[in-house]
Every structure is written in structure tokens, then in C-alpha cells.
């Protein structure tokens, strides 16, 4: 393979030209899921994260609301390979447990409303420079959890994930 062919396997770096407004990005493997929304028209998703275009802001915060909370990890669990520290690569297994953003369903709407209030909440932890993203990372889970938004998320992302089953 030639080394620009390497650079871009698959076409991942070129389909991502013109960058499209508002973009879904979550980690390809790692024991927590980890999504966020990227409105950077400018960046670029490197080859160990997936990403997706988004329509509008709320369906943004649905997705990434239920990719990383704790209900879907939970779920998708048993499925995934195992590695030297536990459960890696869920990526191909949450999107067969999400179903699409729908802006009539109120469950679909609930889940965006509860995403942006722990936007909101995550913004808030002040994080030292440096700071290691699994520090991070747990000091935001643990004022979402003080918040009660956690709680909130994961009961609504049980029921998301009942109704998809039926």
C-alpha cells in the first residue's frame, strides 16, 4: 500500500472534506463508551474514532446521550471481544442497539433535553490542565451523578432500549 493510500485507508480522511456542520464522534474501543458532538468544520476524526453527520443539535444530544450512558455500556457488555483491561470495541454494537432520532417521539426528546442538561453540567467541572482523560472523565461522571442526571439518563436510555426490543 502506498503511504498516501495508508494515510487514507478507506477513504477516511478524504470523505470527511467538506466537513459538514455538526458531527457525532465516539471512540472506536476503550472499556466506557465515549461520544461527543464536534462543531468544528476544521477538525479532523483520526482513525481510532468513528464519526457521523448530524442534522440538528437535539439529535446530536440523544446520540451521544445514550452512547455514553452507563445502561447501553451495560448492554452491550457480554458481546464485547475482551482485552487486557476488560471489555474493549463496542463500536459495531451500538448501532444495531440505537434506534434513529425521531423529534416526534417524546422518549427520543427527553433524552436530547436530559443530554444538553448534562452538557451543561460537564461544562461546569473544572478540569486542571493536563489532567489525565480517564480523570477527567471520572470527575465529570461523578457530578453528573451528584447532579441526578445520570440517574435520569440511564432510566431513560433502559426504556429506549425496552421499546426496541419489543
Known amino acids: 500500500m502506498s503511504f498516501s493510500g495508508r494515510v ?3 477513504r477516511g480522511l ?8 455538526l458531527r457525532v464522534v465516539y471512540a472506536a ?9 464536534l462543531e ?3 477538525a479532523v476524526v483520526e482513525h481510532a474514532l468513528y464519526w457521523a453527520a448530524i ?3 437535539d439529535e446530536a444530544r440523544y446520540l451521544t446521550t445514550v452512547i455514553n450512558s452507563e445502561v447501553l455500556r451495560a448492554t452491550v457488555e457480554d ?3 475482551r482485552g487486557q483491561w476488560g471489555a474493549r470495541h463496542f463500536d459495531r454494537l ?5 434506534p434513529p432520532f425521531d423529534p416526534a417521539c417524546p422518549l427520543h426528546t427527553a433524552l436530547a433535553k436530559a443530554g444538553h442538561h448534562a452538557q451543561t453540567i460537564a461544562d461546569q467541572v473544572p478540569l486542571k490542565d493536563g489532567v489525565h ?5 471520572r470527575q465529570i461522571r461523578t457530578a453528573l451523578a451528584e447532579d441526578g442526571v445520570a440517574g435520569e439518563v440511564d432510566s431513560l436510555v433502559a426504556e429506549l432500549l425496552r421499546s426496541v426490543t419489543r
Not at 14 to 21: A, I, L, N, R, T
Not at 29 to 37: E, L, R
Open 8 to 10: 487514507d485507508y478507506h
Open 14 to 21: 478524504v470523505s470527511q472534506f467538506p466537513s459538514p456542520p
Open 29 to 37: 474501543s476503550g472499556s466506557k463508551p465515549a461520544a461527543a458532538i
Open 40 to 42: 468544528d468544520r476544521d
Open 55 to 57: 442534522e440538528t443539535p
Open 79 to 81: 458481546r464485547q471481544a
Open 94 to 98: 451500538l448501532a444495531s442497539a440505537i
Open 133 to 137: 482523560f480517564t480523570t477527567a472523565r
